[in-house]
């Protein structure tokens, strides 16, 4: 079986659940409680020079990019891998002649995909958040490039979810290690280690540049998330294709 037909195979194993709306719905709710707080603090978080664009973007993503995004990208690992864990399918994909390595990559593409929808769906849900509160004009080329940053420092924590997703059979585990890893991104973003914890890169990657993640220069961070990215997923690869069939 060539790589495009199980590509294909994990897109149609999509519409077997709904699982992945959670890419979709996940966006949508931060930019509303995102523009709802800017419009009910609006006098407070406009004090000063403050700059009414920015102010609304720190509502949308903070929150999102500390915790949901995160979280988000380790329940979708979860369900991808789910399919092969119910029911023990993974002893009949892997006694297929199917070279072991096209699974778990296409498995990651279609991971990569969806976030990458999200990002977009986020992207103009802000576009949108601003024309409404009215926030004057809006950079759609910074923001356009700060969610694509964004999406390429998500790498890392996908392969990372998605490899603990395909090893364990208990959803507990990658769960539990996501939720870890995001709840001390909400401290060690704050601290000098914060530019070496690549967790916390997609929350700044998504910050106004006059805050925190202006001193983290975009292009390192999508570099170092990148290198992540390739030496887990050939951990993974590696790990998959000595995998034994139970």
């Not at 925190?212 to 999508?222: E, F, L």
Request: charged share 10%; hydrophobic share 55%; aromatic share 14%.
């Amino acid at each position: 079986m060539h790589f495009i037909q199980i590509l294909q195979m994990e897109f149609r194993k999509l519409k077997r659940s709904y699982s992945w709306l959670l890419m979709f719905i996940a966006p949508l709710l931060m930019v509303a409680f995102g523009a709802y707080n800017f419009v009910r603090y609006k006098d407070v978080f406009l004090q000063g020079n403050a700059i009414p664009w920015e102010k609304l973007i720190s509502q949308i993503v903070t929150f999102y990019g500390l915790l949901l995004l995160p979280l988000s990208i380790g329940v979708l690992a979860v369900w991808l891998a789910r399919i092969e864990h119910a029911e023990n399918n993974w002893k009949y994909l892997l006694t297929l002649p199917i070279n072991r390595t096209y699974i778990y990559i296409a498995k990651t593409i279609i991971h990569i995909l969806l976030v990458g929808l999200s990002m977009m769906i986020l992207y103009v849900g802000i576009i949108i958040a601003g024309k409404l509160v009215s926030v004057g004009d809006i950079p759609y080329q910074t923001m356009f490039l700060k969610v694509l940053a964004c999406w390429v420092t998500c790498l890392p924590l996908l392969a990372i979810q998605m490899l603990l997703s395909i090893r364990f059979t208990n959803i507990g585990i990658p769960v539990g290690v996501g939720l870890a890893a995001s709840i001390a991104t909400i401290i060690i973003s704050n601290s000098a280690a914060g530019r070496y914890y690549f967790w916390s890169f997609p929350y700044f990657s998504l910050l106004p540049n006059n805050e925190k993640a202006g001193s983290i220069s975009p292009v390192y961070m999508m570099v170092f998330s990148t290198c992540v990215f390739i030496i887990v997923i050939l951990m993974g690869c590696f790990k998959f294709r000595k995998q034994e069939v139970q």
